[in-house]
């Protein structure tokens, strides 16, 4: 079974400075994984996908994530925090033959400090 | 292209009563999942639709169920509500139904069950 774990239900930045919100999977089969954000009152937006193809996934606003089989991890990062980045993060996985449907982790709610 | 878009967006129900949710994905796509989303346990999947045939079912009783019609429109059916059911409901459209395909999420119904 798949299974996501994202460490840290709350992370707290300054502005300009890194953000890493850490995502591990588990899964028997090669993994898709997906990175995303969800505003207050919102629904979910797609920030990123890796799919199997490179490694290094760059997405929307800046965010961009590795996929690293021998750590079973796929780390969100963004090298300068944006107040606008305040938001609820979430890491989805599913099988990559695509039949089967997202599971996701708890979430990482984004504080960003002015 | 308008996005996904679901009805109501609010809802307050009683204990016992039954309720219908209803979402209209994008202009195009045949495939609709549905979500629910609480503080405790985080987003679970519900069931999928494709082509009005339902492809996935989350792990969810038998009080849960859902629909597709020809337009691609989906409703779900809670049926003898209880408090636990309080919860923001989302729906996601894609073109396809795998995992490749980009899921695209509605601003969600938010039902609470007094």
């Known amino acids: 079974a798949q299974s996501v774990t994202q460490l840290g239900s709350h992370v707290s930045v300054s502005e300009g400075a890194l953000v890493l919100l850490r995502c591990n999977y588990s899964s028997s089969v090669p993994p898709y994984l997906f990175w995303y954000v969800q505003y207050p009152n919102q629904g979910l937006q797609l920030l990123l996908k890796?799919?199997?193809?490179?490694?290094l996934v760059k997405g929307i606003n800046g965010f961009e994530a590795e996929f690293k089989k021998s750590e079973t991890s796929f780390h969100l990062t963004k090298p300068s925090a944006h107040m606008s980045d305040a938001a609820e993060y979430f890491c989805?996985?599913?099988?990559?033959?695509?039949?089967?449907?997202?599971?996701f982790g708890k979430g990482t709610r984004l504080s960003v400090i002015a | 292209k308008a996005g996904v878009t679901q009805t109501p967006r609010y809802l307050i129900k009683t204990r016992g009563q039954q309720v219908t949710l209803s979402c209209s994905p994008i202009s195009g796509h045949r495939s609709v999942s549905w979500y629910q989303q609480t503080p405790g346990q985080g987003l679970q999947f519900l069931f999928e639709y494709f082509s009005e045939t339902q492809r996935n079912k989350g792990n969810f009783p038998g009080r849960f169920s859902g629909r597709q019609f020809s337009n691609s429109r989906s409703e779900m059916n809670v049926s003898t509500l209880e408090l636990g059911d309080s919860a923001l409901y989302l729906c996601?459209?894609?073109?396809?139904?795998?995992?490749?395909?980009?899921?695209?999420f509605g601003p969600g119904t938010r039902l609470t069950v007094t």
């Open positions: 890796y799919t199997s193809a490179a490694t």
């Open positions: 989805a996985v599913s099988y990559a033959s695509g039949n089967t449907p997202l599971v």
């Open positions: 996601a459209s894609s073109s396809s139904p795998t995992a490749t395909y980009e899921q695209y």
